[in-house]
């Protein structure tokens, strides 16, 4: 069984930035895929960013591109989000996800194992 525990979120303001982070359970962290995603209040969980098991590549939301950067430290069993420009929209609770499947990396249902959430909340 994977275990996933995120931390990092909390309340910030308009513009400011935050790092979440996502530690797995775990021998093969470097054989997962990993994916963050978000659920706003009375909205569907979506797909946020996602990185490689090499971390050789990213994918991310049309809503965080260049604001937000995924990585890895294979060596930690880490994964991170940094989002910088923080927006109300923004605001949700955050999924980190892991899978050991191919498939499309924006697609919620091909990751296997998820955390419990972190919540951040961007005030205006």
């Known amino acids: 069984q994977v275990q996933l525990v995120e931390s990092g979120g909390g309340l910030v303001q308009a513009g400011g930035s935050l790092r979440l982070s996502c530690g797995v359970s775990?021998?093969?962290?470097?054989?997962?895929?990993m994916g963050w995603f978000r659920q706003a209040p009375g909205k569907e969980r979506e797909f946020v960013a996602a990185?490689?098991?090499?971390?050789?590549?990213?994918y991310y939301a049309d809503s965080v591109k260049g604001r937000f950067t995924i990585s890895r430290d294979n060596g930690k069993n880490t994964v991170y989000l940094q989002m910088n420009s923080l927006k109300p929209e923004d605001t949700a609770t955050y999924y980190c996800?892991?899978?050991?499947?191919?498939?499309?990396?924006?697609?919620?249902?091909?990751?296997?194992?998820w955390g419990q959430g972190t919540q951040v909340t961007v005030s205006s």
């Open positions: 996800a892991v899978r050991r499947q191919f498939g499309s990396y924006y697609v919620r249902s091909t990751y296997e194992y």
């Open positions: 775990g021998r093969t962290f470097s054989g997962y895929d």
């Open positions: 990185i490689s098991r090499d971390a050789d590549s990213t």
